[in-house]
């Protein structure tokens, strides 16, 4: 059973930044899936912020572009969200998982990022 384990979210300030990681385990083909991240305000679907290949490329969310960097360690199952210039509308709680298929690893618990002054 794959488990999926988001961290390094919390409480920053309009302009600051933070890096989220997303651990898995319990996969044998990590390094093959696209992974991406995403984010869910309560009362509104989920939405895919950033994806990244198994070969690196990487796509954004228009909301998102040039603030946003994702990337991946394979050797450690392990994805990132680099997160600059965060503004109030990017208050939400964050999710990784699979990107682009039709099919999810079990979601986890997400990790809440707030921006807030």
């Known amino acids: 059973q794959v488990q999926l384990v988001e961290s390094g979210g919390g409480l920053v300030s309009p302009g600051g930044s933070l890096r989220l990681s997303c651990a898995a385990s319990?996969?044998?083909?990590?390094?093959?899936?696209?992974m991406g991240w995403y984010r869910q305000v309560p009362g509104q679907e989920r939405e895919l912020v950033a994806s990244i290949t198994s070969g690196g490329t990487t796509n954004y969310a228009d909301s998102v572009k040039g603030r946003f960097t994702i990337s991946r360690d394979n050797a450690k199952s392990t994805v990132y969200l680099q997160m600059n210039s965060l503004k109030p509308e990017d208050t939400a709680v964050y999710y990784c998982?699979?990107?682009?298929?039709?099919?999810?690893?079990?979601w986890g618990q997400g990790t809440q990022v707030t921006v807030s002054s």
């Open positions: 319990g996969s044998s083909v990590f390094r093959f899936n696209t």
């Open positions: 998982n699979k990107a682009g298929g039709s099919s999810w690893y079990p």
